[in-house]
């Protein structure tokens, strides 16, 4: 016969080692992308606009990429994901609204040979791709995915690294999953000069606390992007002929 569990067979066990799941309501999902948003605008007018002389503006940017990847990675993680189809809608949308953003985006400058990196929406669409392969278990093409894609894209493999980490933690909640995603923030400091991004952590775990009512927009983020960026752009034609200069 089976020994039957009793309160101190159960005291025994390490309990106090295990992760507690992650679980955040569909409302403050959107609200925290839509709040990643906010921060992305006001990092992006700093930077645009004003050539990146506001310290606190630039701070509050380097919160808003673990937002979206924390948002894309949660809802990817979902069950049923990869049987209804997700990942190639995702994929898509992502793939047309960068290649959108892709002529503006070059024309504000900042980047290197004036095409490198591609924008964040291929950032997102990368991880996309790494989760779709880990999922289908096609383990060799997804490395192959995360190499070259996190090489091409902003923030590079931390940002899609992380991705992979929220994603893990959110299907099994685990100390390596864990450990990944807080090395991932924390080797953005080679990118950012700064550890601002580890800010999006508390943030993340104060929305686990809330839940808000928002209905889901699902592609006026997408649109969002390149037109919040042909804005800006259209806003500097005025400046530059009164004499202000971008860098």
Do not use: Q
């Amino acid at each position: 016969m089976d020994t039957p569990v009793t309160p101190a067979h159960t005291a025994t066990r390490p309990h106090s080692l295990a992760l507690p799941r992650l679980v955040i309501a569909d409302g403050t999902i959107e609200a925290l992308k839509w709040l990643g948003v906010a921060l992305m605008t006001i990092d992006h007018i700093n930077k645009y606009l004003f050539n990146e002389t506001n310290t606190a503006a630039f701070a509050a940017g380097r919160i808003a990429m673990p937002i979206f990847t924390f948002v894309l990675a949660y809802n990817l993680a979902r069950p049923g994901t990869l049987e209804r189809g997700v990942y190639p809608r995702t994929a898509l949308r992502l793939t047309v609204f960068g290649l959108l953003a892709t002529p503006v985006f070059m024309a504000l400058g900042g980047l290197l040979a004036g095409v490198y990196p591609l924008n964040i929406m291929f950032t997102l669409l990368a991880g996309t791709a790494v989760l779709y392969l880990v999922e289908r278990r096609a383990k060799v093409a997804a490395v192959a995915a995360f190499v070259v894609g996190g090489a091409v894209v902003e923030f590079w493999w931390p940002a899609v690294g992380f991705c992979v980490a929220v994603w893990l933690y959110t299907r099994s909640p685990g100390w390596r999953s864990l450990g990944l995603g807080l090395a991932c923030c924390a080797s953005l400091w080679a990118i950012n000069g700064n550890l601002w991004v580890l800010a999006s952590l508390p943030i993340i775990l104060v929305a686990t606390r809330f839940d808000l009512t928002l209905p889901r927009a699902r592609c006026a983020f997408y649109a969002y992007y390149p037109l919040h960026l042909s804005a800006l752009w259209l806003i500097r034609i005025p400046m530059a002929k009164a004499g202000y200069l971008f860098f």
